[in-house]
Each structure stands twice: as structure tokens, then as C-alpha cells.
């Protein structure tokens, strides 16, 4: 494998791993504040 291809590769694996911590700390946020739970019991 090329390093072109190597560098490719990498860059696609650290724009995937970016795009999900980005979404898990947006769901994160969501999940903890109260007012986007409905129904929630004591917590």
C-alpha cells in the first residue's frame, strides 16, 4: 500500500471517529437535560 493510500485511509478513520464522538456528546446533552424527558420519574 501506497502512503497516499495510508493517508487516506487514516483521514477517513479520523473523520468517522470525530462524526460519532460529536453525535454522543450531542445525544449525551440531550439525555441529560430534563426538559427532552417525558415521563420521567425521580431521578
Known amino acids: 500500500m501506497s ?3 495510508l493517508l487516506g485511509v487514516a483521514f477517513a478513520v479520523f473523520t468517522l471517529m470525530i ?3 460529536a453525535l454522543t456528546m450531542r445525544e449525551f ?3 441529560e ?3 427532552s ?3 420521567s ?3
Open 3 to 5: 502512503t497516499s493510500v
Open 19 to 21: 462524526t460519532g464522538l
Open 29 to 31: 446533552q440531550q439525555m
Open 33 to 35: 437535560d430534563p426538559q
Open 37 to 39: 424527558r417525558k415521563g
Open 41 to 43: 420519574d425521580t431521578n
